[in-house]
């Protein structure tokens, strides 16, 4: 756990069904639905600078191993055979609870519940979503602040000699 001390488990599927857009998504395509959460977290984790790891049940693939699988700095795990996301969830939560700061977004009521005996906190699908749409706007408004700040036009990075090719070109017309 090297670098983090703030940590986020997403039982992902939970979040899929309670995030109407990707509900929506899902319906069509599962695959698309996990893609969509992942990017958006990926974002958010950039922003927030907290380590995200995103749990998917994959217990009725018979004979299915635990599967790690790593988007930039967000870890993506899909359960055992006979394990699901929730179980994943607490017996992690139960081994690094105490020793770091973990997060829970879950809207699973018992899952909360187990999640705050073994040390960690909760947060609803909900509040997740208020937090990764607030973490956006933030950014959205700091790139735009930043971009005004420098004046960045795309004439202003252009040599005098390719400006009066354009001017001639504009002339032409």
Not at 70 to 93: F, L, P, S
């Amino acid at each position: 756990m090297a670098g983090h001390n703030e940590f986020l488990l997403v039982d992902g599927y939970n979040i899929i069904n309670a995030w109407p857009n990707l509900k929506e998504i899902s319906r069509d395509s599962l695959e698309d639905a996990r893609d969509n959460l992942i990017e958006i977290l990926r974002d958010y984790q950039g922003y927030k600078g907290i380590k995200v790891i995103i749990v998917f049940d994959a217990h009725l693939i018979e004979g299915g191993t635990e599967v790690h699988e790593y988007y930039g700095d967000v870890e993506v795990v899909y359960t055992k055979e006979g394990e699901i996301a929730d179980q994943y969830i607490e017996r992690w939560v139960s081994q690094m609870g105490r020793d770091y700061k973990v997060r829970v977004a879950t809207s699973d009521y018992m899952e909360q519940t187990i999640v705050l005996s073994r040390g960690g906190t909760r947060m609803s699908a909900r509040e997740l979503y208020l937090e990764v749409k607030a973490v956006r706007e933030q950014r959205d408004k700091r790139y735009r602040y930043a971009s005004k700040e420098d004046n960045n036009f795309l004439l202003d990075n252009v040599s005098e000699d390719v400006l009066e090719k354009l001017e001639r070109m504009r002339r032409q017309r």
